[in-house]
Nanobody, 116 residues
Framework: QVTLVESGGGSVQAGGSLRLSCAVS???????MAWFRQASGKEREEVAN???????RYARSVKDRFIISKDNAQNILYLQMNSLKSEDTGVYIC???????????WGQGIQVTVSS
């Protein structure tokens, strides 16, 4: 059974930083991962993506502020979020799968609230 468990969310003031973690279990071999964000009243959007060889891509709204990384030995995905803005508020969800454009496994999500 595959499980993805996010941690590290919370409340922070604008301009601050947070680091999210996503612990993966039950998934083996090469796979891609990503962080998605769901803001209230908006569609879910991909924030950052890292494929099986470490190639990364970011949404334009977070580029140069967020950094996605993966610890392959520990099977943990990270999202370092810097210079946070109120529009970064939402539920952050990690995802994993073989196809970086069609993820099969999803976490439950974790709330991030940025106050201005």
């Amino acid at each position: 059974q595959v499980t993805l468990v996010e941690s590290g969310g919370g409340s922070v003031q604008a301009g601050g930083s947070l680091r999210l973690s996503c612990a993966v279990s039950g998934l083996y071999g090469s796979y891609s991962m990503a962080w998605f964000r769901q803001a209230s009243g908006k569609e879910r959007e991909e924030v950052a993506n890292i494929d099986s060889v470490g190639y990364t891509r970011y949404a334009r709204s977070v580029k140069d502020r967020f950094i996605i990384s993966k610890d392959n030995a520990q099977n943990i995905l990270y999202l370092q979020m810097n210079s946070l803005k109120s529009e970064d508020t939402g539920v952050y969800i990690c995802a994993a799968g073989v196809d970086p454009d069609n993820f099969e496994e999803w976490g439950q999500g974790i709330q991030v609230t940025v106050s201005s």
